[in-house]
Every structure is written in C-alpha cells, then in structure tokens.
C-alpha cells in the first residue's frame, strides 16, 4: 500500500506579524519531520542566509525564467523584489507522503489557495494592532514612511482571513508553534483522510479469515 499524500500547509499573515520567527521555531524542533519549501528569491542574500537552505538566491533574468516555465506554484512581487514557490519539490514530497510548510506572504498565499485548495491554510494573527506596529518598528529594518505602509497593507491582509482554515494568534512564540502543530495533527486524523487505509487493512482482514 502506497503511503498517503502529504498535507499541504500555508503559514502567512500580515508583514511583521511573526512568520518568520514561528516558522524557524516549527523547524528549530521539527518533531513531525515538515518538509520545509525553500522559495525563490531575487533579493540580496543576507549575512547568514544559506543559498539553497533559506532560499534559492537568483537573478532577475534567471526568475522570470522559471515563471515562463511555469516553474512556480506562486509568487509575488514583494517590497520591490520577486519570491516564489518552487513547484517541482513540492509535488515529490506530497506524492512520498511527507508533509510540506509554506511560509509566504498573504498575496502568495491567496495563489496557492486558487491552485491547491486541499491545502491547510494558516494565519498567522497579531495579539493586537498597536503589538504589531511595535514589532515592525522593533525589527528596526522600515523607515517611519515604510512603516505606515506595511500597517496600511496590514489592514488588508487581515481582511483576507475569511479565506483561510485556521487563525493562531502568535501571542508568544512557544503558543504559535504547539498551536500549529496541533491543527496539523488533527488534520492528519480527519476521517477522509484515514478511510481508504482501514477499509483496506478491513478487506485483507475479512477476506484472509474468510468472514
Ligand atoms: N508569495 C511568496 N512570498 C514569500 C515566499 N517566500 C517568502 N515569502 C514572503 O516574503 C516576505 C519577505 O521575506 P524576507 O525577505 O525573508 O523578509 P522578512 O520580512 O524579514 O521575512 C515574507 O512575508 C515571506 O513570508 C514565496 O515563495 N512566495
Ligand atoms: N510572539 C512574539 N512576541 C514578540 N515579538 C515577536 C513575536 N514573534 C515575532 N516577534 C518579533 O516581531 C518582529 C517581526 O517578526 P518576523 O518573524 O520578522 O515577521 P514576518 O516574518 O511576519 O515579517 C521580529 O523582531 C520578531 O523578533
């Protein structure tokens, strides 16, 4: 018997709300062996980043290539640069059975709902909006303008929550993750999920002891 497919899931949610931090805290313990999709980027690699591990880093030239060849699952131009979802890694690995996170922004997220609507589709919430404009300000990465933009954005993010299965408010790191885990968990024991494998094993059961 083939293994199951693997479940699709998107972690997304507004600029600054704390995806990337939840996401390397999912993966600093990865108890439940997700498959992480690295996403390509055009932006500059930063000190640390590993190329292939935390993206692929790649030329303007060399993305709109892949999205001519239909490459991508998704992507969005983001703050002036593209990200995209590398589609080929994605399709091996649900086909094994493995589970694969998505960690992208809201416009991206939208996408792959149209492509893939079995997926699991996560927002990732802010305890509050005064919290949120702290954490962008905190990261101190924005100018004061760049700053009101990415709250003005933000405003519509959170509208686009409708569209998705789960809200975890990422109060505290530790909470954000056991949340994540646990909707993935319960996903896995959905009855659709599990109903071909037992009438299976109950077939070759009546069928050997002739019942
Ligand atoms: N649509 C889309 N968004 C992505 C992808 N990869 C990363 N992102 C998002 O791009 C945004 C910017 O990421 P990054 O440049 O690493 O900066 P950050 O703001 O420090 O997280 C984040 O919101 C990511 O979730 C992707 O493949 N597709
Ligand atoms: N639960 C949390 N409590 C307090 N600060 C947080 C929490 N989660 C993330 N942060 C901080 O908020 C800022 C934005 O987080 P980041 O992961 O870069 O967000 P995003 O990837 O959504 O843009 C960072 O400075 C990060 O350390």
Do not use: W
Not at 37 to 47: G, L
Not at 163 to 191: G, P, R, T
Not at 198 to 211: G, L, N, S
């Amino acid at each position: 018997m083939s293994a199951s497919r693997g479940l699709l899931i998107v972690l997304s949610g507004p600029s600054g709300v704390g995806k990337g931090t939840v996401r390397a805290a999912v993966f600093a313990n990865n108890q439940f062996q997700y498959v992480y999709s690295v996403s390509a980027t055009t932006r500059a690699q930063r000190p640390g980043e590993v190329d292939g591990k935390d993206y692929y880093f790649v030329s303007r030239e060399e993305f709109e290539t892949m999205i001519q060849n239909e490459d991508l699952l998704e992507y969005a131009e983001y703050v002036g640069n593209y990200y995209g979802t590398p589609i080929q890694k994605i399709e091996e690995n649900l086909a094994a059975g493995h589970d694969v996170f998505l960690e992208i922004e809201v416009q991206g997220a939208m996408k792959v709902k149209e492509r893939m609507p079995e997926g699991i589709f996560i927002f990732l919430a802010p305890p509050n909006l005064e919290e949120l404009e702290s954490r962008i300000t905190g990261r101190g990465t924005d100018a004061a303008h760049v700053i009101q933009e990415r709250m003005a954005t933000a405003k519509e993010e959170i509208e686009l929550m409708q569209h998705y299965d789960y809200v975890v408010v990422n109060d505290q790191v530790q909470h954000a993750v056991d949340k994540i885990n646990a909707i993935i968990q319960s996903e896995h024991l959905k009855v659709e999920r599990v109903v071909d494998q037992i009438r299976h094993d109950m077939e070759t059961y009546y069928e050997k002891e002739r019942i």
